[in-house]
């Protein structure tokens, strides 16, 4: 089954994220309270080993939470982190990382927000994190 | 006061960091279970508004949090994030950003650490970010 | 289909939490790293607006994790919380509570888990609050 | 220095959570952003060694916190806590224990606080936990 279409207002917020870029992460599909970005394991991203930093792993699952948020606000709104726990379970090692993010209750003030990393290798999926947080909405700045 | 110098197998720890290198981070000082970690804000690390993302925030707070439970460590040992949560306050706006990391309470088996994201601007400094955590000993890789 | 049975160890590590009993909770099931429990809405767990008090939600839950994680564990083993999180998305309203811990990846130095409370009114399930946390496996005081 | 005395409004709002009573647990001080909290070691709070359960040190951290945030808000509002992280350093054991709350950042819409759990034995004093949460104002219960 094919990822649904990423409304156009997604698409444009999540090009206007230089971070993603850098991490050379892409938004895979984002609607209905889920999204998922899709990144490799740049030369740039790692830590000390070699493995991906957790701030990789951070960076796409927050920013897939943030997206799931997103899908469920009307045009104009934008939604920022509050704040977001991470449990880090292996190293990211892989061919490519996939965050999964979805929203567990969505609110007016406040979005609760899941996401889990996975590792791809081939075939192979391997969890390497998950996520707990809270999003805002916010208004755009003018 | 000057900073005390940094043990070198802790900078060199922190110079294999490659994520560090893609933030233009510089490992300002680190021991005594303290750390402090420097970064500008690069036109490659922003959010759609052009704030710094919520990854740049976590990876220099969590990495500052590593090398303060790191400095406490005898020589060979190594230290991953088993865990962390960062409440973000503002924005990341600034000239620049200072982690503090700091060890709360240091641990044969888990240390649980602390840090602060400071933005500077000029002689103003405001914290954008508060992050608590838990790193853990590792056995470096053969 | 009926839970299984509670392995006695399991059982009797339970019955010694007093805090269980003063909030009338029920261990229901634990076994291959999924634990279940049950508490009332005592009148002496609240808030000042009379529903559950946040400590009542992260006490089931936070235990419903510790005994999904220790039911992967050799006999002798005893477990301690290292660190939680949780985000409560609804008051604690209902005629009873339910805990569901479940491990997310154990180990051997540290286990990765998550909980869900729901409040039950008749037929109706509502969850109000998800944890995140680690375990730690611990030796047992002599 | 005595403790200044604390609002009629927050003594009341603390009278009214019997989780506290059932904890043993005094409101000691809240004003101005921090707020304390004093409670024994009972004997129906204890985890299954005998040291206090987790949710004593969580239930007492967090309320600190809360009333911490309320000491800063206007009268007639009331608040809730959105979400909070508790990492535990020691088994909870001593005399009693003191839960100190502060607020890190207010807000309008959310407030991040911070608190830390001590166990004191004498003039012995260790501190067993520390929290980083998230409260948010609510309009109090027609």
Redesign the interface.
């Known amino acids: 089954m094919p990822d649904s279409p990423i409304a156009p207002r997604l698409q444009a917020?999540?090009d206007?994220?230089?971070?993603m870029?850098?991490f050379g992460a892409t938004l895979v599909s984002a609607s209905g309270g889920r999204a998922v970005i899709s990144a490799p394991l740049l030369?740039?991203?790692?830590?000390?080993?070699g493995a991906g930093?957790?701030?990789?792993a951070?960076?796409i699952g927050?920013?897939a939470a943030g997206y799931a948020a997103l899908s469920l606000m009307p045009e104009g709104r934008?939604v920022?982190?509050?704040?977001?726990?991470?449990?880090?379970?292996?190293p990211a090692l892989g061919e490519r990382f996939e965050a999964v993010g979805e929203v567990?209750?969505p609110g007016r003030?406040?979005s609760?927000v899941?996401a889990e990393v996975v590792a791809i290798t081939g075939t192979l999926r391997k969890?390497i994190a998950?996520l707990?947080?809270?999003m805002?909405p916010v208004d755009?700045?003018p």
């Not at 030369?43 to 080993?49: D, F, I, L, N, Y």
């Not at 930093?53 to 990789?56: E, G, Q, V, Y």
């Not at 920022?80 to 292996?90: F, G, P």
Request: hydrophobic share 40%.
């Open positions: 917020s999540f206007r994220q230089t971070m870029a850098t030369p740039g991203v790692r830590q000390q080993h930093h957790a701030a990789l951070f960076g927050d920013t934008e920022m982190t509050a704040e977001i726990k991470i449990n880090l379970l292996s567990v209750k003030r406040l609760v899941r969890t998950i707990q947080g809270t805002v755009p700045a």
